[in-house]
């Protein structure tokens, strides 16, 4: 990176990792916007993402998926938080620019099914007796995708605002 900082940040990684929390403390300790691509397709929308899956079916919704990360992926000053599975649609990487830093906040599906469980049923994905193993197969299938990103950060051992701190760091060039 040469000691520039980047002008857009992608965080990518499993459901409940923390990119929703660590992109808005990143975002704010930046000066810059936040792009949570769930919270967009839900504001233009007017549904849930869980609602969208039962109503419309998961292809719709990695359509409105591909279509939000197509139109914003392109602003400046921004952290975008993407969806859970959007890295691993075809074409994904693709709408990423070359000068994003993109980071995988790396989880484990125990983890990732114990953050959830606090937020009530909102991981359509998740839901029913075999969550775990439907949360392992879906990261083990997903992982490589993850992988893409420039950097690997661990989300279980690091809160937010640590790993906003460590992102900073990254951003500057320091190790």
Do not use: C
């Amino acid at each position: 990176m040469n000691g520039e900082i980047r002008d857009r940040v992608l965080l990518v990684g499993f459901m409940a990792s923390g990119k929703s929390s660590v992109g808005k403390e990143l975002a704010s300790r930046l000066g810059w916007d936040f792009v949570d691509f769930d919270t967009l397709i839900e504001s233009r929308t007017g549904k849930t993402v869980a609602r969208i899956f039962s109503e419309d079916g998961e292809e719709e919704f990695r359509r409105l998926e591909s279509e939000v990360a197509k139109e914003s992926l392109v602003r400046r000053d921004t952290v975008f938080a993407s969806g859970g599975g959007w890295p691993a649609q075809p074409k994904s990487w693709t709408m990423v620019a070359e000068d994003t830093m993109s980071i995988w906040l790396q989880v484990s599906p125990l983890e990732a099914l114990r953050r959830a469980s606090k937020e009530g049923l909102t991981r359509p994905l998740l839901g029913g007796a075999d969550a775990m193993d439907r949360a392992t197969a879906l990261l083990l299938a997903r992982e490589a995708f993850y992988r893409r990103a420039r950097y690997t950060l661990d989300s279980e051992r690091h809160t937010p605002p640590e790993l906003a701190d460590k992102i900073v760091k990254l951003m500057e060039g320091a190790t």
